[in-house]
């Protein structure tokens, strides 16, 4: 993933915005987020606690990560999203047109 910021920074990166649909904070210690995650990849279901914990750790380690760039992170929360819902069956989730 850093990888792709470098690649994004060497031709002027200077901001990335991340739509959250709310505000959480569930700091937890490295080893329990490697859980979380081994657990999601085995397809276990999360519990919102644990979901909340991983993008948590997720969000800080991209935050340190902008800084390390000088980069701006814009975060939106509560994000509306279909609100043409006519135009959104003629896209597909991330906004290309099918």
Same mark, same amino acid.
């Given at each position: 993933m850093v990888n792709r910021m470098e690649y994004f920074h060497q031709r002027g990166c200077? +901001?990335?915005g991340h739509g959250l649909d709310y505000v959480m904070?569930?700091?937890a210690p490295e080893e329990e987020i490697e859980a979380? !995650?081994?657990?999601a990849l085995k397809g276990e279901s999360l519990a919102w606690e644990e979901t909340a914990k991983y993008k948590t750790a997720f969000l800080l380690f991209l935050g340190r990560q902008y800084h390390r760039f000088g980069w701006v992170m814009q975060p939106h929360y509560g994000c509306k999203r279909d609100n043409n819902p006519a135009m959104s069956e003629k896209l597909d989730p991330e906004? !290309? +047109?099918l």
């Amino acid at each position: 993933m850093v990888n792709r910021m470098e690649y994004f920074h060497q031709r002027g990166c200077l +901001v990335s915005g991340h739509g959250l649909d709310y505000v959480m904070y569930a700091p937890a210690p490295e080893e329990e987020i490697e859980a979380i !995650f081994q657990k999601a990849l085995k397809g276990e279901s999360l519990a919102w606690e644990e979901t909340a914990k991983y993008k948590t750790a997720f969000l800080l380690f991209l935050g340190r990560q902008y800084h390390r760039f000088g980069w701006v992170m814009q975060p939106h929360y509560g994000c509306k999203r279909d609100n043409n819902p006519a135009m959104s069956e003629k896209l597909d989730p991330e906004g !290309f +047109v099918l």
